[in-house]
T-cell receptor
Framework: DAGVTQSPTHLIKTRGQQVTLRCSPI?????VSWYQQVLGQGPQFIFQ???????GRGNFPDRFSARQFPNYSSELNVNALLLGDSALYLC???????????FGSGTRLTVV | QQQVKQSPQSLIVQKGGISIINCAYE??????FPWYQQFPGKGPALLIA?????SEKKEGRFTISFNKSAKQFSLHIMDSQPGDSATYFC??????????FGQGTRLTINP
């Protein structure tokens, strides 16, 4: 069975640009969460979606937005990129919210 | 109150030894405590998890010890192997809410 799939794996953007990251959850998983992991730190929660509804939002500016589609895949959008947005962006899926999350390998975003 | 504090930041253990990583939390509403293992270039992988109604959980060489009164939990890796060299994260969550991660421990097992 395929795990959590994220695309692209690596991305280089210029300050001020916009980026869209994509995530396909494990088949049958209805909950998707996004995390930002800065080098040398633990992942920080950005968003949680369940059945296409936002269930939680972390302490991130409005430049960050996300959505979940009817097939439970998800996109994370970041506008007006800053150098500090450079990080590994992780998507995690779960059959139910809150427990047993499986993470993808992430998208490495570099802002120059 | 949402923080999870993890120690040590780095740990070096000889092959065959016991690796011990500790975490402390403040929010008594947390009811799920997982440990994740992360290799370079990969996402975190769930190792083992515990709920506060249990004081210890063992899966193979990995054991979680949980002290509810002290608001602490720890990961013990028995017979540590070079392949266990990775970064380990503790985490906690409340019900269906987000995972709050510790800062991570870089574990190195010397052969």
């Amino acid at each position: 069975d395929a795990g959590v799939t994220q695309s692209p794996t690596h991305l280089i953007k210029t300050r001020g640009q916009q980026v869209t990251l994509r995530c396909s959850p494990i088949s049958g998983h209805k909950s998707v969460s996004w995390y930002q992991q800065v080098l040398g730190q633990g992942p920080q929660f950005i968003f949680q979606y369940y059945e296409k509804e936002e269930r939680g939002r972390g302490n991130f500016p409005d430049r960050f937005s996300a959505r979940q589609f009817p097939n439970y895949s998800s996109e994370l959008n970041v506008n007006a990129l800053l150098l500090g947005d450079s990080a590994l962006y992780l998507c995690a899926s779960s059959a139910n919210t809150g427990t047993g999350y499986t993470f993808g390998s992430g998208t490495r975003l570099t802002v120059v | 109150q949402q923080q999870v504090k993890q120690s040590p930041q780095s740990l070096i253990v000889q092959k065959g030894g016991i690796s011990i990583i500790n975490c402390a939390y403040e929010n008594t509403a947390f009811d799920y405590f997982p440990w994740y293992q992360q290799f370079p270039g990969k996402g975190p992988a769930l190792l083992i998890a515990i709920r506060p109604d249990v004081s210890e959980k063992k899966e193979g060489r990995f054991t979680i010890s949980f002290n509810k009164s002290a608001k602490q939990f720890s990961l013990h890796i028995m017979d540590s192997q070079p392949g266990d060299s990775a970064t380990y994260f503790c985490a906690a969550s409340k019900g269906a809410q987000k995972l709050v991660f510790g800062q991570g421990t870089r574990l190195t097992i010397n052969p």
